[in-house]
């Protein structure tokens, strides 16, 4: 199904629609295929003038409850599930219009917005893929926080995280990310949160939207969902999930070795500043090396 040397978008549009976690919003989402070298960017089809804002680091301006991006005056809130899903399964190029400033949150997963993908289709493009790829490691520490993107032949993630509680503690996964691995064992993974907390947020008028529909909620020592947990390692899966929507920013697919042990997407975010920077620890160019003449063209946007 995948071409890894071809850029791909999807084959026609696709729509669904949800609510915000934290707005409670209704808010509706189409999702259009794209030309080359478009990447993957958002509009607010809800604004005058539809405002388009591209899925890029750079446009990152808040990631304390979700990964936000924005432009003059305009944001999209909460893109890493489905940013996520278009890196899980491959998709460089698709334009993604949304009525609200919050995406739908949908079951808290990524999984829906794979099926949506899937039930447009994917198609290859005229065109080669460009990847970064690592030639020397990168490393950021701070506060027990650690990140740090390794050389590699595939694009391979580990993830640990470590919560004080019975139910999560320690868990560990490192693996190569297919897109069939990503549907099959990592799309599904929904986003958890401490019932103390959840309570919180919703006396600050957060996480309005938010119930065991679209979240694992767990308490004390036990999980709240009716049915229980989807893996028994849920928690970390979706940390997985969230590092590929957030890497995804960089704005090309990677060929190397992402770590992230108690990370979240503040501490991504100023990874991915600090990655931009050390540029002679990657390059980015197509598999068989050779730059195409639109390639070029990509990167020049890229560098600004
Ligand atoms: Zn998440």
């Known amino acids: ?35 080359l070298n478009h990447g993957i960017k958002f509009r607010r089809i809800d604004l005058p003038d539809y405002p388009v804002v ?39 190029n698709a334009l993604v219009d949304v009525d609200s400033h919050e995406m739908p949150i949908m079951d808290g997963s990524a999984g829906p917005f794979a099926e949506m993908l899937m039930t447009a289709g994917i198609e290859c493009q005229d065109g080669p893929r460009c990847f970064f790829i690592i030639n020397k490691p990168i490393e950021l ?32 996964l490192s693996t190569v990310i297919t897109p069939d691995y990503f549907l099959k064992e990592i799309a599904c993974a929904r986003t958890f949160g401490f019932l103390h907390e959840v309570e919180l947020m919703k006396k600050y008028g957060l996480g309005q939207g938010g119930t065991l529909d679209n979240a694992v ?19 970390v899966r979706h940390k997985l999930l969230d590092c590929i929507g957030d890497f995804s920013l960089l704005g090309l697919p990677i060929r190397g070795h992402i770590v992230a042990k108690r990370s979240g997407h ?26 195409h003449k639109d390639t070029a063209g990509h990167l020049k946007q890229l560098a600004n």
């Not at 580990?158 to 999560?168: E, K, N, Q, V």
């Not at 308490?219 to 969902?225: A, G, I, P, T, W």
């Open 1 to 35: 199904m995948n071409h890894p040397n071809a850029q791909q978008t999807i084959s026609r549009p696709v729509s669904c629609s949800g609510i915000g976690v934290h707005s409670g919003k209704q808010v509706n989402l189409t999702l259009h295929p794209a030309p």
């Open 141 to 172: 520490e701070e506060d027990g926080k650690f990140v740090g993107i390794y050389p590699s032949d595939d694009f391979r993630v580990s993830c640990t995280i470590t919560f004080d509680h019975p139910l999560i503690q320690t868990q560990t």
């Open 54 to 92: 591209a899925a890029r680091f750079n446009k990152v301006v808040d990631t304390s409850l979700a990964t936000v991006i924005g432009d003059d005056g305009f944001i999209v809130s909460t893109i890493e599930h489905l940013m996520a899903a278009f890196a899980g399964l491959g998709i460089d």
């Open 266 to 291: 503040g501490f991504h975010h100023t990874f991915l500043e600090k990655f931009f920077l050390e540029k002679n620890s990657w390059q980015t160019c197509t598999l068989n090396g050779t730059f």
């Open 217 to 235: 909620v767990i308490d004390h020592e036990r999980v709240l969902n009716e049915g229980g947990l989807r893996f028994q390692d849920e928690f």
